[in-house]
């Protein structure tokens, strides 16, 4: 189940969940750029991943840096955030 309002991890705010990183999100869905370490037949090695356990793998693509790459993106609310709390360590307030 998902709330459309959380308090995200590295924030004392509550905020809308799609400008968040929570994972109990309506869709589980997920896109993340990881590293290919081997290929075994039909299993790919890979590092780096941002998503949770049980998340579908459901395309893979190369990385093309003027695609992904955003060096002027901005982070919003984080950008301030940040110095709150300590960004290596997870709580327990999106445990099911």
Known sequence: MY???VVPFL???ER???ATRAPNRPNPIGLST????KVEGNVLHIEGV???DGTPVLDIKPYVPSFESRPDARQGWIE???VK???GRAD???TV
């Open 3 to 5: 709330r459309s309002k």
């Open 85 to 87: 709390r300590d960004p």
């Open 16 to 18: 809308g969940l799609f």
């Open 50 to 52: 941002d998503m949770l």
């Open 92 to 94: 327990d307030r999106f």
């Open 11 to 13: 924030d004392d705010v």
């Open 80 to 82: 301030t955030a940040r």
């Open 34 to 37: 990881v590293r290919l370490l």
